[in-house]
């Protein structure tokens, strides 16, 4: 028996909770992350801004809070109500970071859903911005679980990696970054897979991925499944970077409208996805050398379902007007709740700001092309 | 030490205004060790009948007292034992002084010559018999207490009587039922098998008795857990419809329920060795709004008061149909089970009471099921006693001449299980 670090009372060895103050004893291995755990509904302030010389991260791991239900019993080690079987708030049913002044996120479990089953993670290394969103598979058991790794682990391997030599061409610099994510990915898959073995059940957790790196003013976006990533630049131009492997993608690929394919209720069927049954976790990739200042925005589908072209979103960064990541991804995540809040809605933002010696420079595709250059 | 999972297997998407949740629990047990391995001493008593009718061929008591002498010689040193020989009323063949022994070569060749020197003889009066070893039992002190019981006829004992003998001594051993002939009943055994958390099942073939009897002792004795039970806690306001073994076979625990706390009962499982069992867990809760979530059940494995593993029933209101339309493969496999097993209850019910009609419809939807969910040895034991037309609309016709052993196995057999396909 040990005591525990909170309140102080008896525990096993074997618990993961406090029995007396639902302290998280320890967190289930396949999850484990070193990085620090964010407190509990996390305030968004400039407070929690890093130095930007120095490698910053934050873990979306956060145990469930003890404490009382609303019903008058008592949320169990296993975080539900012994009394009326509710579930105990999570500070991941809406949650905040903030890394600097020009990145953050911000995550929400939205109106439908019982929980969040997004995930995100960011890090700042020097002036390398790294954004990662994962979206865990509702229809899987226990997704929130595989996205939390997902993200944790391919956002964890890109903090690790050097930055891309300063002399190297541009070219060379996407080719860089592009193995980067491969690497990432495989990664974060393999993460996400060992969450199954700890789950069980027939549907082993699993999620999307959609991830991009900010590097001065060269970003490069992966990902697999329908989380999306986006330039919106202040200028108007806007592009999103991704292509959705989903039903609807292939079906507009083989020549559907795509107003048809996107109505059909199939078009949410993702054709790629990682964890345990996940066929290859290779990402896709683009690359954008950003024509000026502007917003790189990776988020869930709960955001992109009330507003999928580019031109629409880009049109709603500019009515909210600032220039603070925090404050847009939550009015983002809001104004996807105004609209219904149907599914978890996730928001990453980097700014990209102008540099003396940008010039406009038209998209760099690596292997795919940006969906809106093909839309019929 | 015994370790022990629980999987929970269900789909927790209800629709708008659903209130049913079920699910099926698989426990599985490893490291159990050999009886009276955990503490508590284990203790079994071999009860065989030996009323007139054993004579009858004479081969069933020669087969029974050999089948009786191999159950012995499986018994391990230093386990409490006894043999009752059953007539109209018991008589204790092995100790003598109204306790039982503990095992070793000597007392295991007492009691075997004991049972080779007994001839049958009087009625039939199953209740008195588990009575007496009920005491047996009780003067030992054995924390883990197991039975034999074979018997060759229908009980004398009036139903009355009977059922007042099952109320006293449910749940206090278990015991696995053995009919050996054609002139026993299927029901009676079941009853006290039921009652007793043992197995039923007929010796067609009186030469198999002594293998059977092995193989029974030697189960017992690889139960190193003495006793265990399902707890299921559910919230306020719901209410447990139902909680059910469904494998290895089918054992309604429902009315076995003993109250633990206002939310929370517990269901008898008996003693376990290194092996799996499914339970089926039907919870009907308040309907909640969609979007909301709640546990529906807890299902735990306790042994004493200690919780030895956990398994989480959920709900989950969804308006997403192509989530709350799925079916559990696993519930859905268990229930078409359970429905198979009362087919073939009913229908062999119906046909005695000569009610052919209800007895073909019956019949033609186990066909049914049992093509549907894979039960091959049900099928096979079907085919028997009906001619299976079409397996798939259910289309059977009773068969004209039908061996009685064949509508016995038939019966005995229908609650045994299939295991999910995976």
């Given at each position: 028996?040990?005591?525990?670090?909170?309140?102080?009372?008896?525990?096993?060895?074997?618990?993961?909770?406090?029995?007396?103050?639902?302290?998280?004893?320890?967190?289930?291995?396949?999850?484990?992350?070193?990085?620090?755990?964010?407190?509990?509904?996390?305030?968004?302030?400039?407070?929690?801004?890093?130095?930007?010389?120095?490698?910053?991260?934050?873990?979306?791991?956060?145990?469930?809070?003890?404490?009382?239900?609303?019903?008058?019993?008592?949320?169990?080690?296993?975080?539900?109500?012994?009394?009326?079987?509710?579930?105990?708030?999570?500070?991941?049913?809406?949650?905040?970071?903030?890394?600097?002044?020009?990145?953050?996120?911000?995550?929400?479990?939205?109106?439908?859903?019982?929980?969040?089953?997004?995930?995100?993670?960011?890090?700042?290394?020097?002036?390398?911005?790294?954004?990662?969103?994962?979206?865990?598979?509702?229809?899987?058991?226990?997704?929130?679980?595989?996205?939390?790794?997902?993200?944790?682990?391919?956002?964890?391997?890109?903090?690790?990696?050097?930055?891309?030599?300063?002399?190297?061409?541009?070219?060379?610099?996407?080719?860089?970054?592009?193995?980067?994510?491969?690497?990432?990915?495989?990664?974060?898959?393999?993460?996400?897979?060992?969450?199954?073995?700890?789950?069980?059940?027939?549907?082993?957790?699993?999620?999307?991925?959609?991830?991009?790196?900010?590097?001065?003013?060269?970003?490069?976006?992966?990902?697999?499944?329908?989380?999306?990533?986006?330039?919106?630049?202040?200028?108007?131009?806007?592009?999103?970077?991704?292509?959705?492997?989903?039903?609807?993608?292939?079906?507009?690929?083989?020549?559907?409208?795509?107003?048809?394919a996107e109505a059909d209720p199939q078009a949410h069927s993702i054709t790629r996805w990682m964890g345990a049954d996940a066929a290859d976790p290779t990402p896709s990739c683009g690359s954008l050398a950003a024509p000026g200042a502007g917003w790189v925005l990776v988020c869930s589908d709960g955001l992109?379902?009330?507003?999928?072209?580019?031109?629409?979103?880009?049109?709603?960064?500019?009515?909210?007007?600032?220039?603070?990541?925090?404050?847009?991804?939550?009015?983002?995540?809001?104004?996807?709740?105004?609209?219904?809040?149907?599914?978890?809605?996730?928001?990453?933002?980097?700014?990209?700001?102008?540099?003396?010696?940008?010039?406009?420079?038209?998209?760099?595709?690596?292997?795919?092309?940006?969906?809106?250059?093909?839309?019929? | 030490?015994?370790?022990?999972?629980?999987?929970?297997?269900?789909?927790?998407?209800?629709?708008?205004?659903?209130?049913?949740?079920?699910?099926?629990?698989?426990?599985?047990?490893?490291?159990?060790?050999?009886?009276?391995?955990?503490?508590?001493?284990?203790?079994?008593?071999?009860?065989?009948?030996?009323?007139?009718?054993?004579?009858?061929?004479?081969?069933?008591?020669?087969?029974?007292?050999?089948?009786?002498?191999?159950?012995?010689?499986?018994?391990?040193?230093?386990?409490?034992?006894?043999?009752?020989?059953?007539?109209?009323?018991?008589?204790?063949?092995?100790?003598?002084?109204?306790?039982?022994?503990?095992?070793?070569?000597?007392?295991?060749?007492?009691?075997?010559?004991?049972?080779?020197?007994?001839?049958?003889?009087?009625?039939?009066?199953?209740?008195?018999?588990?009575?007496?070893?009920?005491?047996?039992?009780?003067?030992?002190?054995?924390?883990?207490?197991?039975?034999?019981?074979?018997?060759?006829?229908?009980?004398?004992?009036?139903?009355?009587?009977?059922?007042?003998?099952?109320?006293?001594?449910?749940?206090?051993?278990?015991?696995?039922?053995?009919?050996?002939?054609?002139?026993?009943?299927?029901?009676?055994?079941?009853?006290?098998?039921?009652?007793?958390?043992?197995?039923?099942?007929?010796?067609?073939?009186?030469?198999?008795?002594?293998?059977?009897?092995?193989?029974?002792?030697?189960?017992?004795?690889?139960?190193?857990?003495?006793?265990?039970?399902?707890?299921?806690?559910?919230?306020?306001?719901?209410?447990?419809?139902?909680?059910?073994?469904?494998?290895?076979?089918?054992?309604?625990?429902?009315?076995?329920?003993?109250?633990?706390?206002?939310?929370?009962?517990?269901?008898?499982?008996?003693?376990?060795?290194?092996?799996?069992?499914?339970?089926?867990?039907?919870?009907?809760?308040?309907?909640?709004?969609?979007?909301?979530?709640?546990?529906?059940?807890?299902?735990?494995?306790?042994?004493?008061?200690?919780?030895?593993?956990?398994?989480?029933?959920?709900?989950?209101?969804?308006?997403?149909?192509?989530?709350?339309?799925?079916?559990?493969?696993?519930?859905?496999?268990?229930?078409?089970?359970?429905?198979?097993?009362?087919?073939?209850?009913?229908?062999?019910?119906?046909?005695?009471?000569?009610?052919?009609?209800?007895?073909?419809?019956?019949?033609?939807?186990?066909?049914?099921?049992?093509?549907?969910?894979?039960?091959d040895e049900a099928t096979a034991k079907l085919q028997k006693v009906v001619d299976i037309q079409d397996a798939e609309t259910g289309t059977v016709r009773l068969k004209r001449e039908v061996d009685k052993l064949d509508e016995m196995a038939l019966d005995t057999s229908s609650t045994k299980t299939t295991r999910v396909k995976p």
């Amino acid at each position: 028996m040990s005591a525990c670090p909170a309140c102080g009372a008896e525990v096993a060895e074997a618990d993961q909770f406090c029995e007396a103050c639902g302290q998280a004893l320890r967190e289930p291995e396949a999850v484990a992350a070193t990085s620090p755990v964010a407190p509990a509904d996390a305030p968004a302030t400039a407070e929690r801004a890093v130095p930007t010389d120095s490698a910053a991260t934050m873990a979306t791991v956060v145990p469930p809070p003890a404490g009382q239900c609303t019903c008058g019993g008592t949320f169990d080690a296993d975080g539900w109500c012994d009394r009326c079987g509710q579930r105990a708030p999570s500070a991941r049913d809406h949650l905040v970071v903030t890394l600097s002044p020009q990145l953050a996120g911000v995550s929400d479990k939205g109106r439908h859903h019982p929980r969040n089953e997004d995930a995100f993670a960011l890090s700042l290394v020097g002036a390398r911005s790294v954004l990662v969103v994962c979206d865990g598979v509702s229809s899987a058991t226990d997704s929130d679980l595989a996205a939390v790794a997902a993200a944790d682990t391919a956002r964890d391997v890109m903090t690790a990696a050097p930055s891309a030599p300063d002399a190297a061409s541009p070219a060379t610099q996407v080719e860089y970054y592009s193995d980067l994510w491969s690497q990432a990915a495989h990664a974060a898959n393999a993460e996400a897979a060992l969450i199954a073995q700890h789950v069980g059940g027939q549907n082993p957790p699993s999620c999307t991925f959609a991830a991009a790196v900010v590097d001065g003013d060269l970003v490069v976006a992966a990902w697999i499944g329908d989380s999306r990533v986006y330039w919106l630049g202040d200028d108007g131009t806007a592009l999103q970077l991704s292509v959705d492997d989903s039903w609807a993608t292939e079906q507009v690929e083989h020549g559907m409208p795509r107003a048809v394919a996107e109505a059909d209720p199939q078009a949410h069927s993702i054709t790629r996805w990682m964890g345990a049954d996940a066929a290859d976790p290779t990402p896709s990739c683009g690359s954008l050398a950003a024509p000026g200042a502007g917003w790189v925005l990776v988020c869930s589908d709960g955001l992109w379902n009330y507003c999928s072209g580019a031109a629409d979103l880009v049109a709603l960064v500019k009515k909210y007007d600032t220039l603070d990541p925090t404050r847009l991804a939550g009015d983002l995540v809001d104004w996807a709740n105004e609209h219904g809040g149907h599914d978890n809605i996730t928001a990453a933002l980097a700014r990209v700001e102008r540099t003396a010696d940008t010039e406009p420079a038209d998209t760099e595709p690596a292997d795919t092309e940006p969906a809106d250059t093909r839309s019929s | 030490m015994a370790n022990w999972t629980a999987t929970v297997f269900e789909n927790e998407y209800l629709a708008d205004g659903a209130t049913d949740v079920h699910a099926v629990v698989t426990v599985a047990c490893a490291g159990a060790g050999d009886a009276g391995s955990s503490g508590g001493d284990a203790a079994e008593i071999v009860i065989i009948d030996t009323s007139g009718s054993m004579r009858e061929p004479r081969s069933k008591i020669t087969n029974a007292r050999k089948a009786a002498a191999v159950a012995i010689d499986a018994i391990a040193d230093g386990t409490f034992f006894a043999v009752i020989a059953g007539a109209s009323t018991p008589d204790v063949l092995f100790p003598t002084n109204g306790e039982m022994a503990r095992a070793d070569a000597r007392s295991r060749k007492a009691a075997k010559d004991a049972v080779m020197r007994h001839e049958a003889n009087g009625g039939t009066a199953i209740g008195a018999w588990l009575e007496c070893a009920d005491g047996l039992f009780e003067s030992s002190g054995a924390a883990k207490r197991h039975a034999i019981l074979l018997t060759d006829g229908k009980n004398g004992e009036e139903d009355r009587d009977f059922e007042v003998y099952m109320q006293n001594v449910a749940g206090r051993f278990q015991c696995d039922c053995r009919g050996v002939g054609v002139d026993w009943d299927v029901k009676q055994l079941r009853r006290v098998a039921s009652a007793l958390l043992g197995s039923v099942d007929l010796i067609a073939d009186p030469d198999h008795m002594a293998d059977d009897f092995a193989s029974m002792m030697a189960a017992s004795m690889g139960r190193g857990v003495a006793s265990a039970s399902l707890r299921v806690w559910s919230p306020q306001g719901a209410k447990v419809m139902f909680v059910r073994q469904v494998a290895p076979a089918i054992e309604d625990l429902t009315a076995k329920r003993t109250t633990v706390s206002e939310l929370v009962g517990d269901y008898p499982t008996g003693a376990w060795g290194n092996e799996s069992r499914d339970y089926h867990v039907a919870v009907r809760v308040a309907p909640k709004p969609v979007g909301s979530e709640q546990l529906a059940a807890r299902v735990q494995l306790v042994v004493g008061d200690e919780v030895q593993a956990s398994g989480l029933v959920r709900a989950t209101w969804s308006d997403d149909s192509t989530l709350t339309t799925r079916i559990n493969p696993a519930v859905a496999h268990y229930t078409g089970q359970a429905e198979l097993a009362s087919a073939i209850q009913d229908g062999l019910a119906a046909k005695a009471s000569g009610d052919d009609a209800t007895a073909t419809v019956k019949l033609g939807r186990a066909a049914q099921l049992a093509a549907e969910t894979g039960n091959d040895e049900a099928t096979a034991k079907l085919q028997k006693v009906v001619d299976i037309q079409d397996a798939e609309t259910g289309t059977v016709r009773l068969k004209r001449e039908v061996d009685k052993l064949d509508e016995m196995a038939l019966d005995t057999s229908s609650t045994k299980t299939t295991r999910v396909k995976p």
